[in-house]
T-cell receptor, first 109, second 116 residues
């Protein structure tokens, strides 16, 4: 189930602005994942993080695995209209995977 | 990379009928598949975890007799919405994991069910 605290719930930004969202948990995880869901589609993996402290980039996206293993953030730089969608974090420990409630991003041209 | 195919992508049915949705892992064996439900502008809600060869584990509040899940092979899980009613209209999404402890879930594209 969804037992991660993901914030913010929604964001309305201007094209070109940077975006930051994060997930926190009271539990530790071995893996943090960030997914994006476009309207009417299934979520697609953006970034996977496997090590505490790891900082990984994928184009304009950057994500970090918190040192405490209880949190992660995702940054999007220089946003563009196609960044619109819902972003989900997921944390995994062994066979247990939990999802955040999602951050709905709206980008105004 | 891993691909999960979900079919049908959309279905319209009459109230009282049953609808089956398939979830297939195309290039890997999925020991575990998950089924989610998503209402408009809402997050994913995990309905059940399906393990190949065993009974699905349902989340609290999800009726197992209403939402029948079968995971008979390592590449196929099905969700059957029995005696569908308009309130069952939703976006249903599956995801698959290759082996126990696999780090990444791959999602299907979703199936939109509309019950008239």
């Amino acid at each position: 189930g969804q037992q991660l605290n993901q914030s913010p719930q929604s964001m309305f930004i201007q094209e070109g602005e940077d975006v930051s969202m994060n997930c926190t948990s009271s539990s530790i995880f071995n893996t943090w994942l960030w997914y994006k869901q476009d309207p009417g589609e299934g979520p697609v993996l953006l970034i996977a993080l496997y090590k505490a402290g790891e900082l990984t980039s994928n184009g304009r996206l950057t994500a970090q695995f918190g040192i405490t293993r209880k949190d992660s953030f995702l940054n999007i730089s220089a946003s563009i209209p196609s960044d619109v969608g819902i972003y989900f974090c997921a944390g995994q420990l062994n066979n247990d995977m939990r999802f955040g409630a999602g951050t709905r991003l709206t980008v105004k041209p | 990379g891993a691909v999960v195919s979900q079919h049908p992508s959309w279905v319209i049915c009459k109230s009282g009928t049953s609808v089956k949705i398939e979830c297939r892992s195309l290039d890997f064996q999925a020991t575990t598949m998950f089924w989610y439900r998503q209402f408009p502008k809402q997050s994913l809600m995990l309905m059940a975890t399906s393990n190949e060869g065993s009974k699905a584990t349902y989340e609290q509040g999800v009726e197992k007799d209403k939402f029948l899940i079968n995971h008979a092979s390592l590449t196929l899980s099905t969700l059957t919405v029995t005696s569908a009613h308009p309130e069952d209209s939703s976006f249903y999404i599956c995801s698959a994991r290759g082996f126990p402890g696999a780090n990444v879930l791959t999602f299907g594209a979703g199936s939109r069910l509309t019950v008239l």
